[in-house]
């Protein structure tokens, strides 16, 4: 029972460095979904992806980019790491209509530091 | 649009004690509702949820109303243990809406 499987789950970037976060998840679902989770602020949605191929943008998409060329596989991109993007980021999965009685599964979080 | 407004916290607590934590809500449409738990170093748990008026959700002791009169959805136990230490978050999500809003979350520690 893996569910949501996040990779890596901790990083130290430097300014300007890039990098990627993978997603994986073996549950079939279609949705699948990043947060960052900033204290006093909850969990924002960054980007989130309704089935294979597509994605849209979510609250806070700046300064990331995401792809789904496989359904079981979400990425989160930052392209050119900055201090404010230094956050705890989670990825999530859910079926389609049916997260309306089933809600999410998460993953355990990647912790991501930017100096 | 969907919003959720959680009681602030911390909350501390003696263990055994009574626990609410807040929860109302605005949205569009008949939602459904959810409260997720985040223990130390973790992601979220769906810990219970109610999809239509008057349901109640229950799991490890918490419960919690879907109150359409109100539109609320107030967790509650009636005896607090230190294992319930934890972030909990209340959610909504809309019939047709491919998205969960969160609350920004209430930290509940139980002591001892």
């Known amino acids: 029972n893996a569910g949501v499987t996040q990779t890596p789950k901790f990083r130290v970037l430097k300014t300007g460095q890039s990098m990627t976060l993978l997603c994986a998840q073996d549950m079939n679902h279609e949705y699948m979904y990043w947060y960052r989770q900033d204290p006093g602020m909850g969990l924002r949605l960054i980007h989130y992806?309704?089935?294979?191929?597509?994605?849209a943008k979510g609250e806070v998409p700046d300064g990331y980019n995401v792809s789904r060329l496989k359904k079981q596989n979400f990425l989160l991109g930052l392209e050119s790491a900055a201090p404010s993007q230094t956050s705890v980021y989670f990825c999530?999965?859910?079926?389609?209509?049916?997260?309306?009685?089933?809600?999410?599964?998460f993953g355990s979080g990647t912790r991501l530091t930017v100096v | 649009g969907n919003s959720v407004t959680q009681m602030e916290g911390p909350v501390t607590l003696s263990e055994e004690a009574f626990l609410t934590i807040n929860c109302t809500y605005t949205a569009t449409g008949y939602p459904s509702l959810f409260w997720y738990v985040q223990y130390p170093g973790e992601g979220l748990q769906l810990l219970l949820k109610?999809?239509?008026?008057?349901d109640k959700g229950s799991n490890k002791g918490f419960e919690a109303t879907y109150r359409k009169e109100t539109t609320s959805f107030h967790l509650e136990k009636g005896s607090v243990q230190v294992s319930d230490s934890a972030v909990y978050f209340c959610?909504?999500?809309?019939?047709?809406?491919?998205?969960?809003?969160f609350g920004t979350g209430t930290r509940l520690t139980i002591i001892p």
């Open positions: 959610a909504l999500r809309s019939f047709g809406n491919e998205k969960l809003t």
């Open positions: 992806s309704v089935g294979e191929g597509t994605t």
């Open positions: 999530a999965s859910s079926y389609g209509s049916a997260a309306q009685y089933y809600g999410y599964t």
């Open positions: 109610a999809t239509k008026a008057d």
